[in-house]
């Protein structure tokens, strides 16, 4: 039994944003099709610390494939001994036989299909004409954030803000040079999010809620990226208040993601929550009914989205020959 290694600079070749894009949406319709078994993910973290894994796994009965994903984070002194301060790896299983058909390098995937999980958002709750978006959060996620949704959008400005000048600024020179579009630094979250048609939060989530209510026009569409773990949290709970709320799982952002602090709190109830991105896309529930209402998608991530872009980078890779294989059963 032959098990394909794909290494980060494999997996790196074999992405296409695109691809990614159309495999997600996809994904998103089989989990609400009723195609994917799909469990609460696992985590396992030190005592009194942010260092860990989380284990995201399911299988997805329409493409044939099970994926388990291993997500490492909070080591920063990694960096000393040349490794990254958290990792991510990809097990993709065949499941009719349980044969280990690949190992990949998690990171450009747990990237893209983030991006990826925005940039739908986007496309089926914001306004056609939304042009302007602010960028919460100015790191790698947020780059990728904004690649994808230029691409369901026509985004003329972007407003940028994050925890110090330096980011902003290296955010700005890079996406300007790539992408030729007006950007705006921002002194303050506030600053941007009052100007914005779409407001992207891509914070790491533990510094606390950085978005308020009262700065939010009507008519705009937040894709809350960051808060996928229960003590993460970037928008104040009353931003739900009135808000129509889709999640990509109600079950799972219930109990990690903003949509988490907002039911605890009160704010709003389970019931309260209008759809699952995949209702959206099937048709089964309308997405954006008019110009005037506030729409927030709440993502944490789920393991569909690692099993629809594993399985098309496992089969870029057959076909163009990249990876080693190597025998597990010898």
Not at 181 to 188: E, I, K, S
């Amino acid at each position: 039994m032959d098990t394909l290694l794909l290494n980060k600079t494999d997996v790196g070749k074999l992405i296409d944003l695109d691809a990614v894009l159309k495999s997600v949406e996809d994904g998103y319709c089989s989990f609400n099709s009723g195609l994917v078994v799909q469990p609460d993910f696992m985590t396992i973290v030190q005592p009194g610390t942010h260092t860990g894994f989380d284990f995201k796994g399911g299988m997805d009965m329409g493409g044939g494939y099970i994926t388990i994903k291993s997500s490492s984070g909070g080591y920063p002194d990694n960096p000393k001994i040349g490794l990254p301060t958290g990792m991510n790896t990809v097990f993709l299983f065949d499941a009719n036989t349980s044969a280990l058909k690949c190992i990949m390098d998690g990171t450009w995937i747990t990237g893209c299909r983030t991006a990826a999980a925005g940039a739908i958002s986007v496309k089926y709750l914001s306004r056609r004409n939304a042009s302007k978006i602010c960028i919460i959060g100015a790191g790698n996620q947020g780059r990728r954030q904004l690649r994808a949704m230029i691409r369901v959008r026509p985004i003329t400005d972007v407003y940028v803000w994050g925890y110090s000048d330096e980011e902003i600024n290296s955010y700005i020179d890079d996406m300007k040079a790539e992408t030729g579009l007006n950007f705006h630094p921002c002194a303050t979250p506030e600053e941007g999010v009052r100007q914005a048609d779409i407001v992207v939060t891509t914070t790491i989530g533990r510094r606390g809620p950085v978005i308020k209510r009262e700065w939010i026009k009507p008519g705009t569409h937040i894709a809350a990226i960051g808060a996928d773990m229960p003590d993460k949290q970037e928008l104040y709970t009353d931003v739900f208040k009135g808000a129509k709320v889709v999640n990509d799982s109600i079950n799972l952002c219930t109990k990690n993601g903003e949509t988490h602090h907002a039911v605890e709190e009160g704010v709003i109830t389970v019931d309260d929550i209008h759809a699952e991105i995949g209702e959206i896309i099937l048709g089964k529930k309308p997405g954006r009914e008019n110009d005037e209402e506030i729409t927030i998608f709440d993502t944490v991530g789920m393991a569909i989205q690692d099993n629809v872009t594993a399985a098309a980078i496992y089969k870029g890779a057959l076909e163009k020959g990249l990876g080693e294989s190597y025998d597990f059963l010898k």
